[in-house]
């Protein structure tokens, strides 16, 4: 039972280690580029938008910041890039220039919109 334990631990351990983050990066960045995400979305805060003004959509790590700790935040913002959101209850008003997001499920698919929110949310508040 010992060796199972400790055979399994270190594969965890292993694959831990193993993966790439900037590989991660990659793959994420290309999804949301290939779904129009970063159309409206930066990831760094302080870019501005089209014609100089404030971005259509909040920087990625701005959202990070803001969630971070929130454990119902990756199934809410999930739904948000899917179904869209109320331009009446936008809590972004007056940091960006879109005052809402529309749907995007013709455009991403519920997984891939979980796995992209998901990195999303474990950005660090400031790039290093």
């Known amino acids: ?3 199972i334990l400790a055979l399994t631990c270190g594969l965890l ?3 831990t280690a193993i993966a ?3 590989a991660d ?3 994420m960045i290309k999804l949301a580029t290939d779904s129009g ?3 409206c979305h930066q990831i760094e805060p302080g870019g501005k938008g089209p014609d100089g003004l404030a971005p259509i959509g909040p920087a990625w790590r701005d959202v990070s910041t803001k969630y971070k700790g929130d454990k119902k935040a990756e199934a809410a913002l999930t739904h948000t890039v899917l179904t869209g959101s109320n331009p ?3 809590h972004w008003k007056g940091k960006v220039s879109g005052l809402a997001m529309p749907p995007n499920a013709v455009a991403i698919k519920a997984p891939e919109a979980r796995k992209l929110v998901h990195w999303i949310l474990a950005l660090e508040g400031k790039a290093k």
């Open 25 to 27: 990066n990659k793959a």
């Open 37 to 39: 995400c970063m159309a």
């Open 1 to 3: 039972m010992k060796s």
């Open 20 to 22: 790439n983050p900037q």
């Open 88 to 90: 009446y209850e936008s």
């Open 13 to 15: 351990i292993g694959s």
